[in-house]
């Protein structure tokens, strides 16, 4: 369960707490604190500032000095935390400086947070960053959880000021959630019953296909892949639609729960992580969940096509042609590249439904990670202004993204001698060469774009917005987007 936030009328210096976190920022060689810290600094006869001082503190981003007050104050204890010069101070240090401020606070259960007052949007931020800091996967330990954080107080701020923050923050632990999941327990059929309770207590639609289904309605792509796993494939779309809508656009995302290769199998160690292949699909159920609970006025149409990838005597063999949804063929060479040939299917059946845009999200490719490496989603788009929208929604929302190119000429990569295409060319410009292939998927005039999230989908370590493990990247841009087309 994400922590509680929460507003209260108390001054800060007045709230009654396990300890009370104040920003400090660097200036020259030392450090300024915030008006809060600094009253706190008066209660306790200067003692804090002559601490900070002495213990060589300088306000870097991140940086954390707690001290315990004796008594001397409301607050138990003291936390301050740096946040870099006062004039560069953005919503992203903010939601870091409360990561990383739940993660050391981590063992004390209730505490308070001043970090709202520094910035309008503040409270916004402060809220994800505490819910995004203290979350853990801790389902399946035995023991219990040595993390005792159960609430925040924001004193001054109130339950309209932070909605927003928490219903991001959870959104984006539902995410995690789903993807830290072993597979064995997350099967397609176990997302898409997660997909409807979602959906039930969000009060939007879900609509599940089952395989048989998919046969008859000719999901070639769906069936194809799933055909060498036990585990049934299934067809999730969720569907929002709020009164007094601005718009209707389609989300798409890749929801293997598990990818072993195929009978073109991974080796061992690039198989470890590959329960995380359906956090595009995690980050797509998320998104939705965010907009309805904040009643985002903007129509939303998802499309999660949800397989197990593994190899067995009725596995779909390299050399074999898919008959996809839109009637297009592909010669499947490499059963690996198995994100595309669903997500084929998908970006047809979101066509289908004339969205004004549709945007995919992806764990497609290693490739991706060779160029941008692990923190940065790959984007394409055919659209300028959808991948200007993009970029500054992945600003705002404080997730890396970069564009990449559709480069026309490597189409060549994808010709068949048998089929209207392969599903994979040579390795270089592979992830490239993947986002080319979904586009022969898209309906022609409709702006579209693919993240490519194989990288930033998993943390490999700790970070103040989070543990090691699934991230639940481009959630919070894609929401951030949703927001602004609304506007
Ligand atoms: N799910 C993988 C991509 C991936 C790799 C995600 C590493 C996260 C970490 C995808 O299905 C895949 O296997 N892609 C192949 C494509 C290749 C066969 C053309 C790849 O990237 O190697
Ligand atoms: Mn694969
Ligand atoms: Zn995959």
Known sequence: MPIQVLPVDTAPTETSCDALVAGAF????GFTLSDTASAIDSQLDGYLSEYLQETNFKAKRGQLVILPTMKKTSPRAIAVVGLGPRDELDDRTIRRAA????????????????????????????????ILGSYRYWELKSEPSPWKLERVLMPGATASDIERGIAIGEAVCL????????ASTLTPDALARRAREVAGAGGFDCEVLD???????????VIGVAKGSEAPPRFITLHYKPAGAKGKVALVGKGVTFDSGGLSLKDAKSMETMKTDMAGAAAVIATVSAAARLKVPIEVLAFIPAVENLPSGRSIKPGDVIHHYNKKTVEVMNTDAEGRLILADALAVASENKPDAIVDAATLTGSIMVALGRDITGM???????????????????????????????????????ADLKNVGIRWGGAIIAALFLQNFVADGI??????????????????????????????????WLEDRAR
């Open 26 to 29: 660097s200036a020259g060689e």
């Open 447 to 480: 702006p579209w774009a693919h993240l490519d999230i194989a990288g930033a989908a998993r943390a490999e370590s700790d970070s103040d917005e989070g543990p090691k493990g699934g991230t639940g990247i481009v959630a919070r841009t894609l929401l951030c």
């Open 380 to 418: 394409f788009a055919n659209d300028e202004s959808l991948a200007t929208e993009l970029e500054g929604a992945a600003k705002a929302a404080g997730e890396d993204l970069w564009r990449m190119p559709l480069y026309e000429n490597y189409n060549k990569e994808l010709e068949s001698e048998v």
């Open 175 to 182: 995410a995690r959630d789903l993807i830290n999941e072993p």
């Open 211 to 221: 395989e048989k289904t998919l046969r008859d309605r000719n999901f070639g792509g």
């Open 99 to 130: 990561g990383a401020a739940a993660r050391r606070l981590s063992e004390r259960s209730e505490i308070a947070s001043s970090l709202h007052e520094l910035r309008q949007s503040g409270a916004a931020a402060a809220a994800e960053g505490f």
